[in-house]
């Protein structure tokens, strides 16, 4: 199997200082960008569940010292700083200090990643943020634009694009194995409904789970859709539906080549986490298949037993934020490109609000990228 490391490549450098892919060039920015020999220090910004998660990874990656753990609440920060090093602060000028840190990691709530990420970039700072960019497409135009001029290294933290299996679908996919691609199926299934009160302000399924996969759809086709029709209904809990929302939904994308991705989409399974992704092309079909608890089947006389699915989200995709972060390493320090840019980010933000007006309209929307204009 492939690994990450081997489709990073370097970047060629410009007389500007940055590169070809818009990155500063480390002669002219000392501390952006550090080589293999110099540790990473990193501050993390958000002490909570996902927070949490990060910081762990953080304190085990072999390059990274993590120096300062911020959040609002000092007490959160001081419990996780005690667990996993650094120093706890409520002061962000702590963590967008360059002679004290070289990178920071947004993972506080969503409202504040715009905030954030404009602090980085004026700080000089790489910078990896949890989707999304910002609480809207506008704004998240507006902020990426600036990181983009300050020329500092940054990265949306798409966890799923560092699951090994799909790692290993998308080279068959880009090495030509299934020919060019006809069809692409895939299935997002939470096993549970989360907290109404939480899917109040997620901005709804779509833009909340589905962009996961809006975004794997760009990666493994290397296309950006150009429409989507999405179709759903709120079966598990039909209350959500009194603020716009749907727990089952169905995305149909036309890629420019023609090809067609469909994704579904469901909050409660009833059977344990589901998610898998099967390409078909011109040639044959690949597929990342669903994941067991453990890859064991029991023989008896009464039969064959095998283990069940994942029981929650957390437990299936959790490899995937440390190979994240290792990802976001060896980039930094190799001189990029990123592993997965603000503009990645931004481009699946976009397909994510076209389907939210498709799911609301009932009709096929086309999708408008920054800089697009519609036909």
Not at 161 to 189: C, I, N, T, Y
Not at 270 to 292: H, K, T
Request: glycine residues 10%.
């Amino acid at each position: 199997m492939v690994g990450i490391r081997d489709v990073l490549h370097p970047r060629e450098r410009t007389r500007s200082g940055r590169s070809c892919h818009g990155h500063a060039d480390p002669a002219r920015h000392p501390g952006r960008l550090r080589g293999r020999d110099t540790m990473q220090r990193f501050a993390l910004l958000g002490a909570g569940f996902i927070g949490a998660v990060h910081a762990e990874n953080l304190a085990a990656h072999p390059d990274v010292d993590l120096v300062f753990v911020y959040d609002i609440d000092l007490t959160r920060a001081a419990a996780l700083a005690d667990r996993f090093g650094g120093k706890a602060t409520t002061n962000p000028a702590d963590v967008f200090d360059a002679t004290a840190v070289d990178a920071v990691f947004i993972a506080s709530s969503t409202d504040t990643h715009a905030e954030h990420l404009r602090a980085a970039a004026d700080a000089g700072l790489a910078v990896v943020c949890e989707k999304p960019i910002a609480p809207t497409l506008h704004e998240a135009e507006r902020v990426v634009e600036h990181v983009e001029a300050s020329g500092v290294f940054a990265m949306v933290d798409f966890n799923r694009r560092f699951d090994r299996d799909h790692v290993e679908l998308k080279r068959v996919v880009d090495a030509g194995g299934v020919g060019p691609v006809e069809l692409v199926q895939m299935s997002s299934r939470g096993p549970t409904l989360p907290p109404v009160e939480y899917l109040r302000v997620s901005g709804g399924q779509l833009r909340d789970q589905t962009v996961h996969f809006f975004d794997l759809c760009r990666w493994i086709t290397g296309e950006d859709p150009v429409t989507v029709s999405v179709t759903g209904s709120a079966l598990v809990d039909p209350t959500i539906a009194e603020f716009g929302d749907v727990d089952t939904s169905v995305a149909v994308l036309r890629l420019p080549s023609g090809g067609i991705v469909q994704i579904d989409s469901v909050r409660r399974t009833g059977y344990g986490y589901d998610e898998r992704i099967e390409v078909m092309g011109a040639d044959g079909l690949i597929e990342s298949r669903r994941q067991p608890a453990a890859n064991v089947a029991l023989y008896s006389n009464a039969g064959i037993t095998t283990s069940p699915l994942h029981k929650g989200w957390f437990e299936r995709v959790q490899p995937t934020y440390a190979a994240a972060l290792s990802a976001f390493v060896d980039a930094l320090a190799a001189g990029g490109p990123s592993p997965a840019s603000l503009r990645d980010g931004l481009n699946a933000q976009a397909i994510a609000e076209a389907a939210t007006a498709s799911l609301a309209s009932g009709k096929t929307e086309r999708i408008a990228y920054e800089g697009s204009a519609a036909p």
